[in-house]
């Protein structure tokens, strides 16, 4: 009867691990936590011509910042605006990729590029939407981008959104994609230093986002020798544990296993985090800034459109009943 029992619980574990290993909490980049976070943070480094204007609105600005991770659900074009798998364009790719989208595009074609990710010329391209939507005063327009906008440079603020070995170069690395970017904000985020200063104007921005690309993608060695050595020196039992998400059981790293890698990473994903929070609160005063400097108050109170509400319903329902497009965990 008890080695029945015991065999009994032993299955139960391995099912467990065979359909629960690395469940993350999400399949999305930072995972919500993340990304909530980084635009209601962003909100605080604003100037006060904006910052009344994004007070206001900061609950549409932090719940939003999920919707490109939603929409990768129902459009198939969404997921590469997510990343760039800049090592796929050689040993020196910051030599040879065009930072202008129509030069990219007359050297690799469209459809090349697409195939790699496009994170940083969407980036850009989103900011200009954000420039005209600032001349044009629509609230659903500014409320819509600078939500979207953030999430699009956040993206870009991790360093494995810069790879196309996103989730590890081999299959014990396997899972380190949701453990950098969602697991390990999840555990220690709310003590993370998030107050960063005011937001900047900043001069090109598309320079800054490929500053941002190019700065992720240095870090990525450091982050497979520190996942490679915990690997090698962490006891095993103590590297997974489970955790109930609703009615489902996922195994995900240990808090304590999470807390020596974040060690040994000298605080990397609590930067990049910052970095983010800064950058995007940077790109919202910049197109306010380039976009003559409007004034908002006038606008402050409207709230968005019932267009927009059904819009965003509907990405809502998708996301719920769908399958994410794209290749796996593709943000």
Not at 206 to 226: L, N, P, Q
Not at 236 to 247: C, I, L, M, P, S
Request: glycine share 6%.
């Amino acid at each position: 009867m008890l080695k029945r029992t015991i065999k009994k619980i032993l299955l139960l574990f391995f099912i467990a691990g065979v359909f629960a290993v690395f469940i993350p909490s999400t399949l999305l980049s930072w995972g919500f936590y993340g990304h909530k976070k980084i635009n209601r943070m962003a909100v605080f480094t604003l100037p006060p011509q904006l910052i009344g204007f994004y007070k206001k609105h900061i609950e549409y600005i932090t719940e939003h910042g999920t919707d490109p991770d939603k929409r990768s659900f129902a459009d198939e074009k969404e997921a590469v605006r997510h990343y760039i798998d800049v090592d796929h364009y050689g040993d020196k790719p910051f030599d040879v990729l065009p930072k202008k989208w129509n030069d990219a595009v007359a050297k690799y074609t469209e459809d090349s590029l697409n195939l790699y990710g496009i994170n940083p010329w969407w980036t850009e391209k989103m900011y200009y939407r954000l420039v005209q939507a600032f001349k044009d005063k629509n609230v659903d327009r500014i409320l819509f981008i600078s939500a979207n906008i953030g999430h699009y440079i956040a993206d870009g603020c991790v360093p494995l959104h810069t790879t196309q070995f996103y989730d590890g170069k081999t299959p014990d690395q396997k899972g380190i994609h949701a453990f950098w970017e969602s697991r390990i904000p999840e555990l220690f985020g709310d003590n993370y230093d998030f107050f960063v200063g005011q937001a900047e104007y900043i001069e090109k921005p598309i320079d800054k986002i490929w500053e941002i690309i190019r700065s992720g993608h240095e870090a990525i060695d450091t982050i497979f020798m520190v996942q490679k050595k915990m690997m090698a020196e962490y006891p095993g039992d103590k590297v997974y544990t489970f955790e109930n998400r609703g009615q489902t059981t996922v195994k995900v790293f240990s808090k304590e296993y999470s807390q020596q890698f974040s060690l040994y990473l000298g605080g990397m994903v609590e930067r990049r985090m910052r970095l983010a929070v800064k950058t995007v609160g940077s790109f919202w005063y910049t197109a306010w800034i380039n976009a003559g400097q409007p004034d908002l108050s006038i606008i402050e109170d409207k709230n968005i459109s019932d267009s927009l509400k059904k819009a965003q319903d509907e990405t809502e329902k998708m996301w719920k009943t769908g399958k994410a497009k794209g290749r796996p965990n593709p943000e």
